[in-house]
Each structure stands twice: as C-alpha cells, then as structure tokens.
C-alpha cells in the first residue's frame, strides 16, 4: 500500500509549484492511475514520491518511507522514462550489472528476459532497442528484485496497440498476486479500462480521486461545462426540461459555481438559461479532464467518445422512449446497445479491460523458502511477509469485477500472463555487492579495453620517438614521458578511467531508480577505487613491459635495460598512476562529470605543483636534513623486520613536488567527497 501525504514541489521562481499539496492512496491488489494532461504534475509527484526530487510531503511504502527501508530496490521496483543504461551494454548485461547491485542471483537476469519476452535479444546492445523493447526491457528491471510495489511513469507511451495489452496484462498480474501498481497517463480511456482506482491532476493538485466505474461515469463521458452565480436553480430547471422532454440528461454540481450537464448541448443549456434570466459565465463543450473542446483531444467527436467509454447513467426520471432513442443513438454511433437502469455505473471499458490481457497461463506460484536471518515465508497468496491483506482492506478491493476476477480462480485469472518465479534474496557481505556491480559495470563496455589499447600504443609509440630524438633520461624513456607532457600517457589513462568509473553514473544513472540520482556511497565508492586501483596497476604493467619490448625491439638491448634504482623507479611509477586513478575517481563523483574528473587529474601537474614546488623551494628557516635517517631511529624498535625501508620510500616519495601535489589534490577530494555525500545523508 502506497500512502502520499501533501507532497508539494519547491517553488519554481514565479511559477507555482508543480505539485501541491497531493495525497492519496495505492491500495495493495489494486491498479492505480495518476491522469493528468502534460504539465499536470504526474512525474514530478513520483519523483517527490521517490525521493529523487526536493520538496515537502512524505509517502510510506507499507507504512515506512523510502529512506527507511534497508534496500529500497527490494521494495519499490520503478519506471521513469527509459531504461537509463549505457548505450552500448547488452541486455543481459545490464540486467546482470542490477543483480549485483541489488544483491540478487544473476541467473535472475535470465528469468525476467524469459517472462518479459527479450531472450532473443539478450544479447543486443540498449541503442538498438526499439520503443516497445525497451519499455519491456523497462519492466525487465523493476521486476528484477520480486519488488511487491511498481511505481511506472506514464508506461505504455509510445507502444502500440498490442504491445499496451501486453503491459496491461502484465500488471494486471502483479496485482493479482497482491502486488501494488501505482502508474500515470495522459488519456483518459486508458485509465478507465486499466486502472481501479483514477486520481486525476490538474496543474500540480487532486481534482478527483473516484473508483474506475465512478470515473467512467462521471469524468469521462463528453458534457457542457456551465459557470454561473445561480448554479442551484439553473440545475434544477434543466432537470425539469429533461422531465418534460423525456431526455437523458445528468446534472452534476462541482465544486463552486460550476454545473457539469451530460447529455445536452451548449445550445440548450444557454436558451434555458437566457429564458429565465440566468448569466451564464462559461459556457463550453469538455471531453474527460482534458480541458476545453478547443484543446487536441477536442476534435473527437461525442459520438466517438460514446462508443469508446461507459454508457451514460440515466437522468432523475428515465423513460422507455428515451432508453428506445439513447439506444438508437448508441447503435448509430457503433457503441453499445444495451441499456442500463438509472443509477447504475456499468463502464464497457471495464469489460474489456479483462479481455485485452495476454492469454498465456499464470505459473503456478511455489512457496518460497527462507534462506536468510529474518526473512519471512511467502506463499502464492501473498509474495511478501507483510503483502497478505487484512479483512477490510480485502473487502474494499473487491467493489470492482475485475478484483472479484482477480481474486477468484476464474478462468479471468488464468488468462494473465505469467510473472517471474518468487525468489529468496539472500543479502551477500556489503563489501562483495558493490564489487561485483563495479566489475560487471567496467566489463560491460568496451571503453575501458579501449582506453588502455589507445594508451598502450600512444605510451610505445612515444617511447620510440623519444628514444630517437635523445637527450631523454631512461626512466622517463620507459614510461613514454616528454618533457612537454605535464602526465605520462600511462597516468593520463589511468586518469580517465577512473573517471569514467563515477562519470558513467552520472551520464547513465542505471542505480537512479533505486536511491536517487547521486549514487556517492561510501561502499560504492570503495569498490570503484580497489577496481580502479587494480586496472591502473595493470595499466603501469603493460605500458613498461611494452615500452621497453618496443625499444628492444628497434633499438637492442642498450636501451632496455633496468636501471639499477628500478625498485624506488617502480614505486614512484606505480604511485603516480594509481594517484591519478584515484583522482580522476573522486573528482568525477564530486564533480558528477568525466570531463571534470579528467581535468581534475590533468590540473595537478599544472596548477598544484608549480605552488608546492614554490612553497617547499622558498626561503625558510628550518630544514629537513636528515630527515630519514630519525625516521629509521624512531621506527627501528617498532618494526625490526626491515619496514622502515617502506616508511622512508613513502616518505621520499611524497617529499616529491608531483607526489606532495597529488597527495594534497587527493587529500582534499576525498574531504569533500565524504563532505558531501555525509550533508547529503543528513538532509
């Protein structure tokens, strides 16, 4: 169940808040639809729903708002736009890449494609994914973790007839099993045959929440929209005529001075009211919730629309002769034919809504087992510990057919489509779940394998360049280093790696849906520097292995060989690509961009060096001769085995201008990184 309590958007300069004040209610078993037209509101009270947008309001998730859940994944499976994944990962990866991150078996990626219908494609990049694929593959995801509530924005846009049974089938059967759908759309019909429960929007606030049947019946048929300061008495003389002229005519008071006449005409109401005397303020032709008649969704004809939603209720005295024409008028318009006792909210569109579901069987549901401390057993009747409804909540979902049909084991039932299989989460230690999100997540493209073939030739190339020109000293020969290079090519890749590792995220934020759009955690972020730590090592490997190859191979052996300090050489060369990984990493996660990640690393050797340099080369009083040799005295009772010899080289090594820099560059990212990310827990 899905409770939202005056969720209001900040103001937006002048303009109004696009949300204000909305509540309502997602019952569990239940489809419900947030209608509204474009720049009603309905995606900005999802994302204030999901914490994704500031504002004021909250919303409990069974009774716990989102920031309160353990794993919200598990929880809330969600929809907004499409799927926000590289383009060039595959289906089945990116699949895989959420099941790390969520904690869940991989061999679930292969279930929800199955269900979905994409297992032919699993192998297809995201870019060649057409709309209706993508938007399965959409759902793919929100049903990755078994979640028990399905927040979809505006799901079947764009899909074509078949493709809009499908998606309504396939949540219909969610709600069958106990689950909760919460979704919005812009048409009117649509939410009258899907949904249970419509709450329709209209610039930022509630103007209706009704059962499907009451909406049907009410707000979706056409009518004549009349303001006027004697809204009571001109309603009670249009009913009078209706009696005298044994026509079906509704009269319904909204709110204020606003009267809503179905079954009449503009031309009518405004004689009746100019014969008795009555201004009349508005006075238009509407359709749904959709505004005025002089809007996009006016050119339907009331014809039309009487073919396509609920059959009129009849007015205060309803006669023979006037069900014999509303009949006729039905038949002519090629709607339905039948007629209906006044009072009676049928809704055609709630008819077919069962009709136009898929038509495979419902797998039978097994019972889950508890694998994990504290996780609770769950049936076929209800797919969470906490899902089974109590007696009233029951009682109120069964006011519509279609929940009786959902509920029952009808043949209705077994027309839905099939969901995947339960499956029992088992939480894995907290520091393998990012690991194994992070390393799926750098194997899944290719930039990476790119990014160190292009450093690999650039590093060899220079290398042979440098070596034929002269005057360059070995160590810098090796490492492919100019003089007028601030970075090695080497330090560079490192560099850019690492900030494409929290540039990604950013740029596609495939973990938005689960906790925000700013996935800074301190466990994510421990994962991306120990990957990235590994690959920059890997990369300072193979650019020294292929350099020196590369000058044996055109030069001979005089140029590759080791120098004698090869050792303190390799820590410096290790330690500057590695600090250059890591500086691109949290750079890019502060900063929430590559670029910025890229320029924070290229920016050490220009702009902090020449002040650290400056600062240590200029006048002072004290120096610090001797200093390693009072490290090696202060440390020799401590460690006996040698292991001043690895204090002394760190320290000899941060002494330098690059390294001081780079260690003060990281030093001050990592403060604001933690800065950041903790003010960010806090509000």
Same mark, same amino acid.
């Given at each position: 169940?899905?409770?939202?309590?005056?969720?209001?958007?900040?103001?937006?300069?002048?303009?109004?808040?696009?949300?204000?004040?909305?509540?309502?209610?997602?019952?569990?078993?239940?489809?419900?639809?947030?209608?509204?037209?474009?720049?009603?509101?309905?995606?900005?009270?999802?994302?204030?729903?999901?914490?994704?947008?500031?504002?004021?309001?909250?919303?409990?998730?069974?009774?716990?708002?989102?920031?309160?859940?353990?794993?919200?994944?598990?929880?809330?499976?969600?929809?907004?736009?499409?799927?926000?994944?590289?383009?060039?990962?595959?289906?089945?990866?990116?699949?895989?890449?959420?099941?790390?991150?969520?904690?869940?078996?991989?061999?679930?990626?292969?279930?929800?494609?199955?269900?979905?219908?994409?297992?032919?494609?699993?192998?297809?990049?995201?870019?060649?994914?057409?709309?209706?694929?993508?938007?399965?593959?959409?759902?793919?995801?929100?049903?990755?973790?078994?979640?028990?509530?399905?927040?979809?924005?505006?799901?079947?846009?764009?899909?074509?007839?078949?493709?809009?049974?499908?998606?309504?089938?396939?949540?219909?059967?969610?709600?069958?099993?106990?689950?909760?759908?919460?979704?919005?759309?812009?048409?009117?019909?649509?939410?009258?045959?899907?949904?249970?429960?419509? &709450?329709?929007?209209?610039?930022?606030?509630?103007?209706?929440?009704?059962?499907?049947?009451?909406?049907?019946?009410?707000?979706?048929?056409?009518?004549?929209?009349?303001?006027?300061?004697?809204?009571?008495?001109?309603?009670?003389?249009?009913?009078?005529?209706?009696?005298?002229?044994?026509?079906?005519?509704?009269?319904?008071?909204?709110?204020?001075?606003?009267?809503?006449?179905?079954?009449?005409?503009?031309?009518?109401?405004?004689?009746?009211?100019?014969?008795?005397?009555?201004?009349?303020?508005?006075?238009?032709?509407?359709?749904?919730?959709?505004?005025?008649?002089?809007?996009?969704?006016?050119?339907?004809?009331?014809?039309?629309?009487?073919?396509?939603?609920?059959?009129?209720?009849?007015?205060?005295?309803?006669?023979?002769?006037?069900?014999?024409?509303?009949?006729?008028?039905?038949?002519?318009?090629?709607?339905?034919?039948?007629?209906?006792?006044?009072?009676?909210?049928?809704?055609?569109?709630?008819?077919?809504?069962?009709?136009?579901?898929?038509?495979?069987?419902?797998?039978?549901?097994?019972?889950?087992?508890?694998?994990?401390?504290?996780?609770?057993?769950?049936?076929?009747?209800?797919?969470?510990?906490?899902?089974?409804?109590?007696?009233?909540?029951?009682?109120?979902?069964?006011?519509?057919?279609?929940?009786?049909?959902?509920?029952?084991?009808?043949?209705?039932?077994?027309?839905?489509?099939?969901?995947?299989?339960?499956?029992?989460?088992?939480?894995?230690?907290?520091?393998?779940?990012?690991?194994?999100?992070?390393?799926?997540?750098?194997?899944?493209?290719?930039?990476?394998?790119?990014?160190?073939?292009?450093?690999?030739?650039?590093?060899?190339?220079?290398?042979?360049?440098?070596?034929?020109?002269?005057?360059?000293?070995?160590?810098?020969?090796?490492?492919?280093?100019?003089?007028?290079?601030?970075?090695?090519?080497?330090?560079?890749?490192?560099?850019?790696?690492?900030?494409?590792?929290?540039?990604?995220?950013?740029?596609?934020?495939?973990?938005?849906?689960?906790?925000?759009?700013?996935?800074?955690?301190?466990?994510?972020?421990?994962?991306?520097?120990?990957?990235?730590?590994?690959?920059?090592?890997?990369?300072?490997?193979?650019?020294?292995?292929?350099?020196?190859?590369?000058?044996?191979?055109?030069?001979?052996?005089?140029?590759?060989? &080791?120098?004698?300090?090869?050792?303190?050489?390799?820590?410096?060369?290790?330690?500057?690509?590695?600090?250059?990984?890591?500086?691109?990493?949290?750079?890019?996660?502060?900063?929430?961009?590559?670029?910025?990640?890229?320029?924070?690393?290229?920016?050490?050797?220009?702009?902090?060096?020449?002040?650290?340099?400056?600062?240590?080369?200029?006048?002072?009083?004290?120096?610090?001769?001797?200093?390693?040799?009072?490290?090696?005295?202060?440390?020799?009772?401590?460690?006996?085995?040698?292991?001043?010899?690895?204090?002394?080289?760190?320290?000899?090594?941060?002494?330098?201008?690059?390294?001081?820099?780079?260690?003060?560059?990281?030093?001050?990212?990592?403060?604001?990184?933690?800065?950041?990310?903790?003010?960010?827990?806090?509000?």
């Amino acid at each position: 169940m899905i409770q939202a309590i005056g969720l209001t958007s900040d103001p937006r300069k002048d303009l109004p808040p696009a949300a204000d004040d909305v509540s309502f209610e997602a019952r569990a078993g239940r489809v419900t639809a947030l209608l509204g037209g474009p720049g009603a509101g309905k995606t900005t009270v999802l994302r204030l729903m999901l914490e994704l947008q500031r504002g004021r309001g909250v919303t409990y998730f069974r009774g716990r708002p989102l920031h309160r859940i353990a794993h919200p994944s598990r929880e809330v499976g969600v929809l907004l736009g499409d799927v926000p994944g590289h383009p060039a990962r595959t289906v089945r990866g990116h699949l895989r890449m959420l099941c790390a991150a969520a904690g869940v078996p991989a061999r679930r990626a292969d279930e929800v494609l199955e269900v979905v219908g994409l297992v032919s494609l699993r192998d297809e990049r995201l870019s060649s994914l057409s709309r209706g694929m993508d938007r399965r593959l959409g759902l793919a995801c929100a049903l990755l973790t078994d979640p028990h509530t399905l927040v979809l924005d505006d799901p079947t846009s764009g899909l074509s007839t078949r493709e809009k049974r499908w998606m309504h089938g396939m949540l219909r059967a969610h709600v069958a099993h106990g689950g909760t759908v919460l979704l919005t759309t812009p048409d009117p019909k649509e939410a009258a045959r899907t949904a249970d429960q419509v &709450v329709t929007l209209e610039r930022g606030r509630v103007v209706a929440d009704q059962e499907a049947a009451d909406f049907a019946r009410t707000r979706l048929r056409p009518r004549v929209a009349v303001r006027t300061p004697h809204a009571p008495r001109l309603a009670t003389l249009l009913t009078k005529e209706a009696r005298a002229t044994h026509r079906s005519v509704e009269v319904v008071r909204e709110s204020g001075n606003r009267l809503s006449v179905y079954g009449s005409t503009c031309a009518d109401v405004g004689e009746t009211a100019f014969r008795n005397g009555i201004p009349v303020h508005q006075l238009a032709d509407e359709v749904g919730d959709m505004g005025p008649r002089a809007s996009t969704t006016a050119d339907r004809s009331a014809d039309e629309a009487r073919a396509d939603v609920a059959p009129q209720r009849k007015a205060a005295v309803s006669r023979p002769e006037g069900s014999r024409e509303q009949a006729a008028t039905r038949a002519r318009s090629g709607g339905p034919t039948r007629t209906t006792d006044a009072g009676t909210a049928t809704s055609s569109a709630t008819e077919s809504a069962t009709s136009s579901t898929a038509s495979t069987p419902v797998r039978k549901r097994r019972q889950r087992s508890v694998t994990a401390p504290g996780t609770e057993a769950r049936t076929p009747q209800a797919r969470s510990g906490d899902r089974q409804r109590t007696e009233p909540e029951a009682e109120a979902s069964d006011t519509t057919p279609r929940r009786r049909a959902a509920d029952a084991p009808s043949a209705e039932l077994d027309a839905l489509p099939e969901l995947p299989p339960p499956i029992s989460v088992r939480p894995a230690p907290s520091p393998l779940r990012p690991l194994r999100y992070e390393l799926r997540r750098a194997a899944g493209v290719g930039t990476g394998f790119v990014t160190c073939g292009a450093v690999l030739l650039v590093s060899a190339v220079t290398a042979v360049l440098l070596a034929r020109v002269g005057h360059t000293p070995r160590p810098r020969l090796m490492a492919g280093w100019p003089q007028q290079l601030p970075l090695p090519p080497a330090a560079l890749g490192a560099g850019l790696l690492g900030a494409l590792a929290f540039g990604d995220e950013f740029r596609h934020p495939a973990l938005a849906a689960d906790r925000g759009t700013v996935p800074r955690r301190l466990g994510l972020l421990a994962a991306k520097l120990l990957v990235t730590t590994a690959t920059a090592l890997l990369l300072a490997v193979l650019t020294l292995g292929c350099d020196i190859e590369m000058l044996y191979l055109v030069y001979g052996r005089e140029l590759a060989e &080791v120098p004698s300090d090869w050792l303190s050489l390799t820590a410096s060369w290790f330690g500057l690509v590695v600090g250059c990984a890591w500086a691109g990493v949290l750079a890019a996660g502060l900063f929430r961009s590559t670029t910025a990640g890229l320029a924070a690393v290229v920016a050490v050797p220009v702009a902090v060096v020449p002040v650290v340099q400056k600062i240590v080369e200029g006048p002072s009083v004290r120096t610090t001769a001797g200093f390693p040799l009072r490290i090696r005295e202060l440390l020799l009772n401590q460690w006996p085995f040698g292991g001043e010899r690895y204090v002394e080289a760190a320290a000899r090594l941060i002494a330098q201008p690059v390294g001081g820099a780079l260690t003060l560059s990281l030093a001050a990212l990592l403060g604001a990184f933690f800065f950041t990310t903790l003010r960010g827990k806090v509000r």
